[in-house]
């Protein structure tokens, strides 16, 4: 037989209301105030901040691997002079060559110049628009010549290695593939520079 005591603390027990810890209040989306719309801002532009200084500086990186892909075929192809017929000023395809990767060597070099120059003062030469238009535009017939010009001189090559493998011919498929590399990574830099045209404000 229980106690009268047990029976109304069962009773007690059994009508008290079970309590459940309340959540805090959430954060209202819909209508945020100042100060979380104020850091929403800051990150934003934060964010952006470091997405224009990694394509500024990814700008940089490959126009100067451009630039010494440009140099490096100048050079094997000015040098490539062996006497008689292995002269490379005797081709026409091959002096086409060396003319366009003169022309790379000194646009990658002077906007490789321009960009560090705007990385180190943070001042632009020219409004961003009007750069990154310019950018845009020598970057893709930069490419589109070293293309032009390594494609031409591959079949010519081809068929003198057929019959003679020699330094000549050695010479010239380097200098041919540094061609093709400086057009890979003017291409890369054509795709940022398009990029950042896009996401200019034309206001």
């Not at 801002?41 to 500024?56: A, H, M, N, P, Y």
Request: proline share 4%.
């Amino acid at each position: 037989m229980s106690k009268p005591n047990d029976t109304k603390e069962q009773i007690s027990h059994v009508g008290s209301p079970k309590l459940e810890p309340t959540a805090p209040p959430s954060a209202d989306v819909e209508n945020p105030t100042a100060e979380e719309a104020g850091a929403g801002v800051t990150t934003g532009i934060l964010r952006r901040w470091k997405r224009e200084d990694l394509l500024r500086r990814g700008s940089l990186a490959l126009r100067g691997l451009a630039f010494l892909f440009s140099l490096l075929a100048f050079i094997i192809m000015a040098s490539n002079k062996h006497g008689d017929w292995m002269n490379f000023d005797r081709y026409e395809e091959y002096r086409y060559v060396l003319a366009i990767s003169i022309l790379s060597t000194l646009y990658t070099g002077a906007q490789a110049l321009i960009k560090v120059q705007e990385l180190s003062t943070g001042k632009f030469l020219f409004p961003q628009w009007t750069s990154a238009l310019f950018d845009f535009c020598g970057d893709q017939i930069a490419a589109y010549l070293l293309i032009s010009a390594a494609s031409s001189a591959v079949p010519l090559t081809n068929k003198m290695r057929e019959s003679q493998d020699n330094i000549f011919t050695d010479s010239s498929a380097s200098a041919i593939s540094m061609a093709f590399l400086a057009f890979f990574t003017l291409a890369l830099s054509a795709l940022v520079s398009g990029y950042k045209l896009s996401t200019q404000s034309y206001i």
